[in-house]
Nanobody
């Protein structure tokens, strides 16, 4: 069992930055690939970024490439999502998730554990 707790969301202006954190407890953090997903009102949950359990694969959805950075700290059992140059269309609830998969880490169905989500709102 893995418990995930996100933090760091909030309200920011267009062009601003936020850093989301996801603290994991339970089974060895380094055994999981970690992903960030988001869901805006009336829309489906979408993939944002993921890092494989070895750190060897880092993936981003096209709309955040060059603006968002995912990273992990095994010693702290924490994964981060640094979000720069935020846009109003980035507004959503952001979820952290853990997967035992290594390859198919852009698909939400392959994630075993989810956090409760943290709201990110970007004002124009």
């Amino acid at each position: 069992q893995v418990r995930l707790v996100e933090s760091g969301g909030g309200l920011v202006q267009d062009g601003g930055s936020l850093r989301l954190s996801c603290a994991a407890s339970g089974r060895t953090f380094s055994s999981y690939s970690m992903g960030w997903f988001r869901q805006a009102p009336g829309k489906e949950r979408e993939f944002v970024a993921a890092i494989s359990w070895s750190g060897g694969r880092i993936l981003y959805t096209d709309s955040v490439k060059g603006r968002f950075t995912i990273s992990g700290d095994n010693a702290q059992n924490t994964v981060y999502l640094q979000m720069n140059s935020l846009k109003p269309e980035d507004t959503a609830v952001y979820y952290c998730a853990a997967s035992t998969d290594y390859y198919s880490i852009t698909y939400y169905g392959n994630y075993n554990y989810w956090g409760q989500g943290t709201q990110v709102t970007v004002s124009s």
